[in-house]
Nanobody, 114 residues
Framework: QVQLVESGGGLVQAGGSLSLSCAGS????????MGWYRQAPGKQRELVAI???????NYANSVKGRFTISRDNAKNTLYLEMNSLVPEDTGVYYC????????WGQGTQVTVSS
């Protein structure tokens, strides 16, 4: 069964940085496009960054220029480097395929204080 385990979240001041990781079991990373999602308190889950198997990326406007998504297919791991964090980046961060097709993991909490 496919499992996704996110890690690396924490509490950081505005302007700080965090690096998230997502480890996947099985052959999940043979799937072409993976993404990072986040869910802020009281809001719906939103897609913030995607990366194709070949390494092409796309970002939500709110994180463009601050976040960098990357993947290591050999290690079945997805990464999200987050810089210049703002309080609006607070939320639980999840990884999944572009269509959200796998069971969701527990996510990792990111809290940005002002």
């Amino acid at each position: 069964q496919v499992q996704l385990v996110e890690s690396g979240g924490g509490l950081v001041q505005a302007g700080g940085s965090l690096s998230l990781s997502c480890a996947g079991s099985g052959s999940i990373f043979s799937f072409p496009t993976m993404g990072w999602y986040r869910q802020a308190p009281g809001k719906q889950r939103e897609l913030v960054a995607i990366i194709t198997r070949g390494g092409n990326t796309n970002y939500a406007n709110s994180v463009k220029g601050r976040f960098t998504i990357s993947r290591d297919n050999a290690k079945n791991t997805l990464y999200l480097e987050m810089n210049s964090l703002v309080p609006e980046d607070t939320g639980v961060y999840y990884c999944n395929t572009y269509s959200g097709g796998f069971p969701w993991g527990q996510g990792t909490q990111v809290t940005v204080s002002s």
